[in-house]
Structures are given as C-alpha cells and as structure tokens.
C-alpha cells in the first residue's frame, strides 16, 4: 500500500502552467503520475502541460502492467504525448515526466527540466531524471525522452516536481527534505523554501507530487 499527497500553485503570473495527473490503479497496482511544465514566455504553455499530461496517462492505461514497469515503453508513451501536443493549435511547449509506481518498482521517462526524485530507507536520494535532455522540448514533436527504472525498497517516498521547486527551493533543500520528511510535512517544507523571503509568493509555478509507501 502507498500514500498520495500532491501541490500545485501558479508563480509569478496569474495563470499556472504546471499540469499534472495523479491516478491510482485497481487491485493495488501502484499509481501513475504524469506531471508537465508549460513553457513560458510563449503562448500555449498551460494548454501544452495540461495536453501532454491527459495523454500519458490515457495511453499508460491501456498498458499491461508489465508494460508500465518498463522504462522503455513509457519512452514510448511520452513520445505520444509529443505528437499530440505538437499538432494541436492551440498548444506551445512543455516539459514531461510520466511514471508508474507500484509492486516495489518505478519506471518512467522524461523530457525537460522537470525532475522525479526517489529515496528508499536511509539512502540517499536519487534523482531518476538525471540523465534526461531539456531540448528538443515537449511539443516540438522531436522530443527526446530519457527512460528510468529503479527498485523501491520499503519504506521508499518518490517525490515528482516542476522546475519551480527545485530551482528556487534548491536541490540541497530538495534532497534534505525527501531524506527527512514524509507526507504534508515533506511538500509544506518545499513550499516555504521556494516561496520569495519578501513577499511570500512563488516566483515561478510550484507542483509537487509525492508518493510513499506506508
């Protein structure tokens, strides 16, 4: 059995271009996360995020289960996200990670500066998305997407998050908190390290998406 918890908020401009999706799987499966950042500074960046999100978790659906343990395939999935957001009009460009996590196992890929981040017992973390590229981006329909695989051993947490966070709260603080913290202290302290000292808003739009085995 597994937790949820999830935060989204917009930062530096009313609209939030994060997106993401959160699904749990019958019969104790595991979970399925999809979570994207629109491009700013560009129109379409909302509908691009929303877009490459609703499509990665429709396609990794209909996968068998041993189909959403495979790096490889969810590669796939995302580069149908790609095509997707690529030829619709009203969408610009966005980051992807998409994920299944369950069974004492996550595989996923990604595509972008958004990051997934997993810590099992007292190891360190682990960034899953270390080795992914930022260009060419979601929407682009040249994306590339970088698989990920690892073993979840009890108790594990799987931390997924925009660039918002990592960028303003800093890695060091990302790492520290998911080394320590669990559930709505873990995305609590994350938003107070990324919110500005002065005024208390995100400077850039925050989504955190966390799961954790009980």
């Not at 994060?18 to 509908?47: C, K, N, S, T, Y």
């Not at 270390?130 to 970088?146: C, H, I, Y």
């Not at 990592?166 to 994350?190: F, M, N, P, Q, T």
Request: glycine share 10%.
């Amino acid at each position: 059995m597994s937790r949820s918890y999830s935060f989204s908020a917009a930062g530096g401009h009313p609209v939030n271009e994060d997106a993401f999706i959160l699904r749990q799987l019958p019969r104790e499966e595991g979970w399925l996360v999809a979570l994207a950042d629109g491009q700013g500074g560009r129109a379409g960046g909302r509908r691009a995020a929303q877009l490459a999100c609703e499509v990665a978790i429709q396609r990794a659906l209909l996968l068998r289960p041993e189909q959403r343990a495979d790096g490889a395939t969810w590669a796939e999935v995302l580069s149908l996200a790609d095509a997707a957001v690529a030829t619709d009009r009203e969408a610009g460009l966005a980051t992807l990670v998409g994920l299944c996590a369950g069974a004492g196992h996550v595989a996923g890929a990604s595509c972008g500066d958004s990051a997934a981040v997993a810590v099992c017992g007292d190891s360190a973390p682990r960034v899953l998305t270390s080795r992914q590229f930022k260009n060419p981006p979601v929407g682009s329909g040249e994306a590339t997407f970088v698989p990920f695989e690892m073993e979840l051993t009890p108790p594990w947490r799987l931390l997924a998050i925009s660039d918002g966070v990592w960028k303003y709260a800093s890695w060091d603080r990302v790492w520290d908190c998911a080394a320590r913290l669990s559930g709505e202290e873990l995305i609590e302290e994350l938003q107070q390290a990324a919110r500005l000292k002065t005024s208390g808003e995100f400077p850039d739009d925050f989504t955190a998406v966390l799961l954790e085995s009980e």
